[in-house]
């Protein structure tokens, strides 16, 4: 399913909001990840359990990889 290209454009600047809000080790997380993010994945996850909650997710398993390095 496309999305007309009016509510396409909505959604990428709806998106982009949303990511420039997170905190700067989130965004490179992403921005870096050694494996592509799925959108559509990670948007059913939000849609789930809540993007406050898959977020939190993200930053736990950041500490713990950043903690095995150490």
């Not at 990511?19 to 996850?45: M, S, V, W």
């Not at 898959?54 to 930053?59: F, G, P, S």
Request: charged share 30%.
């Amino acid at each position: 399913m496309r999305l007309p290209v009016d509510d396409r454009d909505a959604l990428l600047h709806e998106l982009m909001a949303v990511f420039d809000q997170l905190p700067p080790a989130l965004r490179e997380a992403i921005n870096y990840a050694p494996e592509p993010l799925d959108p559509k994945a990670l948007a059913a996850l939000c849609r789930k359990h809540g993007a406050a909650n898959v977020l939190a997710m993200i930053e736990l398993k950041l500490k713990r990889q950043a903690e095995r390095r150490s």
